[in-house]
T-cell receptor
C-alpha cells in the first residue's frame, strides 16, 4: 500500500549546525503534511505543517520544504541544540478530507557535543 | 490547560486479562484519536471519534480491541483478552476539528502496556 517513509533512521548532527531530515511520500493525493517531534518518554508534538499549494513554510528555527514533483518533504532545523534530540515524524493526510493522518516511521536526530 | 490526560501511565498485566486505557481530551476539542506505537510498526492509528461518534475504526487490530467515547471528556480503549503482542505504547490525541488551516493533534503522554 502507499505509505510515508524516511530515508535515514538516524541522523547525527554537531551542535550548532543545521539539521535536515528528509521524508519521501508515495500518495500523490496527499495535500497536507505535518512534522512531529517526539522526545523520549513523551507523546509526539506538532512542529510545523504545510499544504500542497506551498513549497516552503518557516517557523521558529524550522523550515519545511515540499517538492511535489518528486514527492519529497524535508524539515530543516537551524542551529541545532541539545533540546532538538528526538525522533521526528513526517505525516500526510493521504488526500483524506477528514481528520485522519498517516505517520511515517520516524528519524532519530542525535546531537553531537 | 492540562493537555490530554491518559491513565494509567504504565500497565503490566498477564496474558488473558482485560486492560482498560483511559483518556481525557483537551476541553473544547471534538476529535479524539487512539494510536499504538511499536518499534516494528511505528505509530498506527487505531480509531478516531468526531463529536463522540466513532468515524474510522479500520485500524483496530481485531475484535479483542474496543473503544468508547461516552461523552466529550472521556474515552476508553479496552483489550479483552490481552496478548503479549499487544505490548506497546498507546497514545490518545485530541483536536479541535473546526479549526481552519491546522490539523494539529495534541498527544497525551501515552500508556506503556506490557502483557506478560
Amino acid at each position: 500500500g502507499e505509505s510515508v517513509g524516511l530515508h535515514l533512521p538516524t541522523l547525527s548532527v554537531q551542535e550548532g549546525d543545521n539539521s535536515i531530515i528528509n521524508c519521501a511520500y508515495s500518495n500523490s493525493a496527499s495535500d497536507y503534511f505535518i512534522w512531529y517531534k517526539q522526545e523520549s518518554g513523551k507523546g509526539p508534538q506538532f512542529i510545523i505543517d504545510i499544504r500542497s499549494n506551498m513549497d516552503k513554510r518557516q517557523g521558529q528555527r524550522v523550515t519545511v520544504l515540499l517538492n511535489k514533483t518528486v514527492k519529497h518533504l524535508s524539515l530543516q532545523i537551524a542551529a541545532t541544540q541539545p533540546g532538538d534530540s528526538a525522533v521526528y515524524f513526517c505525516a500526510e493526510n493521504g488526500g483524506n478530507r477528514d481528520d485522519k493522518i498517516i505517520f511515517g516511521k520516524g528519524t532519530r536526530l542525535h546531537i553531537l557535543p | 490547560d492540562a493537555g490530554v490526560i491518559q491513565s494509567p501511565r504504565h500497565e503490566v498485566t498477564e496474558m488473558g486479562q482485560e486492560v482498560t486505557l483511559r483518556c481525557k481530551p483537551i476541553s473544547g476539542h471534538n476529535s479524539l484519536f487512539w494510536y499504538r506505537q511499536t518499534m516494528m510498526r511505528g505509530l498506527e492509528l487505531l480509531i478516531y471519534f468526531n463529536n463522540n461518534v466513532p468515524i474510522d475504526d479500520s485500524g483496530m487490530p481485531e475484535d479483542r480491541f474496543s473503544a468508547k467515547m461516552p461523552n466529550a471528556s472521556f474515552s476508553t480503549l479496552k483489550i479483552q483478552p490481552s496478548e503479549p503482542r499487544d505490548s506497546a505504547v498507546y497514545f490518545c490525541a485530541s483536536r479541535q476539528a473546526e479549526r481552519l488551516g491546522n490539523n494539529e493533534q495534541f498527544f497525551g503522554p501515552g500508556t506503556r502496556l506490557t502483557v506478560l
